[in-house]
T-cell receptor
Framework: KAGVTQTPRYLIKTRGQQVTLSCSPI?????VSWYQQTPGQGLQFLFE???????NKGNFPGRFSGRQFSNSRSEMNVSTLELGDSALYLC?????????????FGDGTRLSIL | DQQVKQNSPSLSVQEGRISILNCDYT??????FLWYKKYPAEGPTFLIS?????DKNEDGRFTVFLNKSAKHLSLHIVPSQPGDSAVYFC????????????FGKGTRLSVIA
């Protein structure tokens, strides 16, 4: 069974640019969550999408946005990039129903801002 | 305000011995807890979970214990193997897992041969 796939794996951008990251969840999973991991920090929750609707949102500025498509694939967009946005961005998928189901992570996109 | 705390940034254990990783939480609404393992350049891998209706869950060499009154959980790895060397994250959520996971900052486990 294929896992969560994130593309691209690495990305280098400059300040002020925008970027779009992609996530394909495990087949049958309807929930997709995005996290940011920076050095020395745990995983900080960005947002969660379920059936194309944003269900939960973390405490990040509006420059961070996302969407989910009808096939459950998700994209995350960051506009007007800042140096502090350099991080590993992780996507996780789960069945998403009202039950205790673990989230399964992709290998992440490492974003570097110059 | 850190709702999930892993107070030991690192831990070293001899191969074959028990590894005990600890995690404390402050939010009494948390009712679903998970442990993840992360190798460099890979995403976190789900290890084991426990819901608040239980106080212990086992899966092979991995056992998670939950002490709700102390708001404390621990992961036991027995016996420890060199391949277990990784960063371990504790995570928690409320409402049976239907709210965002809150992660600790991780504990780096080194298993020495």
């Amino acid at each position: 069974k294929a896992g969560v796939t994130q593309t691209p794996r690495y990305l280098i951008k400059t300040r002020g640019q925008q970027v779009t990251l992609s996530c394909s969840p495990i087949s049958g999973h309807r929930s997709v969550s995005w996290y940011q991991q920076t050095p020395g920090q745990g995983l900080q929750f960005l947002f969660e999408y379920f059936s194309e609707t944003q269900r939960n949102k973390g405490n990040f500025p509006g420059r961070f946005s996302g969407r989910q498509f009808s096939n459950s694939r998700s994209e995350m967009n960051v506009s007007t990039l800042e140096l502090g946005d350099s991080a590993l961005y992780l996507c996780a998928s789960s069945l998403g129903g009202y039950s205790n189901q673990p989230q399964h992570f992709g290998d992440g996109t490492r974003l570097s801002i110059l | 305000d850190q709702q999930v705390k892993q107070n030991s940034p690192s831990l070293s254990v001899q191969e074959g011995r028990i590894s005990i990783l600890n995690c404390d939480y402050t939010n009494s609404m948390f009712d679903y807890f998970l442990w993840y393992k992360k190798y460099p350049a890979e995403g976190p891998t789900f290890l084991i979970s426990i819901s608040s209706i239980k106080d212990k869950n086992e899966d092979g060499r991995f056992t998670v214990f939950l002490n709700k009154s102390a708001k404390h959980l621990s992961l036991h790895i027995v016996p420890s193997q060199p391949g277990d060397s990784a960063v371990y994250f504790c995570a928690a959520s409320a409402s049976g897992g239907n709210t965002p996971l809150v992660f600790g900052k991780g504990t780096r486990l080194s298993v020495i041969a």
